[in-house]
Structures are given as C-alpha cells and as structure tokens.
C-alpha cells in the first residue's frame, strides 16, 4: 500500500513537473488608496483617498496549469488628501511605496482566455513624500500655496510596510510564449504608517486598490 501511495506521489509530482514553466513580465497601471485614521478631536479635518500610479515587473513559477507561485517588484504611490471643512486649507500627500508581493496564483479556463486569483502576503518600503496644497499663516490669518518634500522622522514615521494582497484578473495568450493580463489587486496594511511614540495610540493605516495590466513572455 505504502509503494502504491509513493507511486502515485510520483506520478503526480512528475506531471507537475512536465507543465511547470517560467514566465516573467512588466505591469502598469493606476492605484486609489484610502488612509483611516482616529480623528479623536480633530472632527473638521477630513481625509480622502487620491489616484496614483504603479508599475513594476513580475516573475512566475507555473507549477502546473492551474497552480503558480508569483512574485512582483512593484513601485505604487500610496496619496491621500487631508483638508478642512468650512476653511480653505487642502494638503495633498504623495507618496512612493516599494512593494514585494509574492502570491499563489490559482487559474481557470482555457488556453487562450483563462482567468486567474492571486492571495499571498506583502512586504514594503516608504520611499519618499511630498505634499503641496493651501494652508494658514497663523499669524497674519492669510492663506498661501506650498509644494515641499516631507521629511521623514525616525520617532514617528514607520517606513517599513507589510500586509495581506489578493487579485483577481484574466489572461489571454495571444502568441506561444506570449500572454496579456488585466488585474484588480487589494493591498491591506497591516503596519501604522505612524509609530505609536506618544501616550495616545494614534494608529494610521492605508488600504490600496490597483488596477493594472502586464504583459509576459514564457518560457
């Protein structure tokens, strides 16, 4: 019973093995990303998700035709927007991420047109900010523009990033080693952007939702 159990283990691995094939790749497209914060006192201040932008190369391991395992390099800008109610001040904030997801890809379908889901785990890291917009001299109680670098702060910003990411999208295989993918892709912080260095907790969180396409050649 045992060599018959070994025996089958066998022949599947070695089914596996015969359709596993790499593929590598770019993708590009837009992101929107949504930041949640406790206002606690501050109940004029508003906070608003802003579009950015993603790009970013990918690497495939088909295991066999309906199992892979994904890992993408990916550059994506997670913006928002903070302003006040009832007073013209508007402060926009970009904000360059890098991002290593790396996913378990289940596909369906045929071998043309084929649709697949992508679940896995994230890594990231705060490149830079920027910030323009309207705010108050608090002195002269005058409005003015301004568009600086944000500087970060080792005691209160958390530059590292991690979280959960998930897909869903299609494929069509246009050439023998040639395939075209659209995706809607979730990232899910899991990491405050704000370390907690004061006595209030102050947890701050960004939620993105990207939308891309990719180009891959297989191998």
């Known amino acids: 019973m045992n060599k018959r159990k070994m025996i089958f283990a066998c022949a599947m691995l070695l089914s596996m093995a015969a359709h596993a094939q ?9 992101d929107y990303n949504v ?3 406790d206002k606690q006192y501050e109940s004029d201040w508003q906070h608003k998700g802003r579009w950015g932008a993603t790009m970013g190369i990918s690497g495939q391991y088909d295991v066999c035709n309906w199992l892979a395992v994904r890992a ?7 913006n928002r927007r903070q302003y006040r109610d009832r007073i013209p ?15 378990a890809s289940l596909k369906t379908g045929g071998d043309k047109l084929s649709f697949f889901t992508n679940v896995g785990v994230y ?8 910030r323009e917009g309207v705010d108050e001299n608090i002195f002269s109680d005058k409005y003015y523009d301004f568009s600086e670098k944000v500087t970060f702060d080792s005691d209160r910003d958390q530059r590292w990033d991690c979280g959960f990411v998930g897909g869903i999208g299609a494929e069509y295989r246009f050439a023998s080693h040639w395939a075209a993918q659209v995706e809607a892709r979730y990232y899910y912080s899991t990491t405050s952007v704000q ?3 004061m006595r209030v907790k102050d947890y701050r969180y960004n939620g993105t939702l990207a939308i891309q396409m990719g180009f891959n050649y297989i191998f």
Request: aromatic share 20%; hydrophobic share 40%; proline share 2%.
């Open 35 to 37: 930041f949640t914060m």
């Open 89 to 103: 001040i508007d402060h926009k904030y970009y904000n360059d991420y890098l991002l290593l997801p790396l996913m």
């Open 195 to 197: 370390k907690q260095y």
């Open 123 to 130: 890594g990231g890291y705060w490149l830079s900010s920027h």
């Open 22 to 30: 790499w593929r590598v790749g770019a993708t590009v497209g837009a």
């Open 72 to 78: 993408d390099l990916s550059w994506t800008q997670k």
